[in-house]
Nanobody, 124 residues
Framework: QVQLVESGGGLVQAGGSLRLSCAAS????????MAWHRQAPGKQRELVARITSDGSTNYADDMKGRFTISRDNAKNTVYLQINDLKPEDTSVYYCNAIIIIRSNFGRTSSRSYWGQGTQVTVSS
């Protein structure tokens, strides 16, 4: 079983900062791309940023500047630093990871996993 568990969300005033964490655990052979998405009430889930296993990053166009994604491969953890938070950043933030598992027969397979989400609420 593989699990992604996010943490670090909460209520923060506009202009503040938060650091979200997402730790993967379970029978993990390796982890490929990890990403953060968010979903505001009444809106579709959208990509915030992604990071490959070698540290290459990619941000959604309107997420550049205030958002920084990073990862610690030794800890199977991805982070999202959000600075200068704005009320429009209020969303549930979800972690996503492409995780490779290896069967008892030695075969590997990859699958996309999602965390349960962590709420970020920004007050004005």
């Amino acid at each position: 079983q593989v699990q992604l568990v996010e943490s670090g969300g909460g209520l923060v005033q506009a202009g503040g900062s938060l650091r979200l964490s997402c730790a993967a655990s379970g029978s993990i052979f390796s982890i490929d791309t990890m990403a953060w998405h968010r979903q505001a009430p009444g809106k579709q889930r959208e990509l915030v940023a992604r990071i490959t296993s070698d540290g290459s990053t990619n941000y959604a166009d309107d997420m550049k500047g205030r958002f920084t994604i990073s990862r610690d491969n030794a800890k199977n953890t991805v982070y999202l630093q959000i600075n200068d938070l704005k009320p429009e950043d209020t969303s549930v933030y979800y972690c996503n990871a492409i995780i490779i598992i290896r069967s008892n027969f030695g075969r590997t397979s990859s699958r996309s996993y999602w965390g349960q989400g962590t709420q970020v609420t920004v007050s004005s």
